[in-house]
Structures are given as C-alpha cells and as structure tokens.
C-alpha cells in the first residue's frame, strides 16, 4: 500500500487513517452515544464515567471538524449547544458495532468479568 500524505501527516494504510480520525478514548464512544439523537455537552459528559471537560470539548471539536458530528446553537437565554451525528458519523456506527461485538467476545475469550 503506497504512503499518503494529508494534514502534514503521513499515512501507511487506510485503517490508520480512520482510526487517526474516530480512534482514541472517547471519539467512537461519543459517535455511539449520539446515533440515535442529539444530546448537550452536559448529557455527553455525564454519560461517562471518567471524562474532563477539555478532554470532551477537544473529542468533540474534532469530531465536528472532521465532519462527524455536527454542532447546533440556539439563541436562547442560557444559549442551547447540542451535537449530533451527520450521516458521515452514521457510516461509522456498523464498524462501530462490529468492533464492539469483537470486544466482547474477547472479553468473554479471555474469561474477563465486567463490573456492572
């Protein structure tokens, strides 16, 4: 597979690409929480058990710059911030899924108990 070059960063494979662009801690586990509606930063944030705001703030921003997920302003008194998926971020959730159903069946392999 020939190397490819975009934003200053090289890249080998396209599956390093894709993982450059939804890999990471939170960024697949966001674009899952937001698959079937829209939800605040807040919703976001408590809906992990461990995240700081700059660390969700920062996964969003990128989220919504590569396109995934789209950010909407309210003019309202507080102003209203949610995000949602756009139909690229919705491209993502079957491999999503699949990665998902692939850990848990690891998990399972390799005798792991998960803590409710």
Do not use: C
């Amino acid at each position: 597979m020939p190397k490819f070059i975009t934003d200053n960063k090289v890249y080998y494979t396209p599956v390093e690409y894709v993982l450059a662009k939804v890999g990471g801690t939170y960024k697949m586990p966001l674009l899952w929480r937001l698959k079937d509606k829209a939800k605040r930063f807040s919703e976001l944030k408590n809906s992990f058990e461990r995240i700081s705001d700059r660390m969700l703030s920062k996964s969003l921003k990128e989220l919504v710059d590569d396109g995934f997920v789209a950010k909407s302003v309210y003019a309202e008194v507080p102003v209203k911030v949610e995000y949602h998926i756009t139909e690229k971020g919705k491209r993502a959730i079957p491999i999503i899924s699949n990665l998902r159903d692939y850990g848990f069946q690891l998990i399972s392999e390799d005798g792991i108990e998960i803590a409710d």
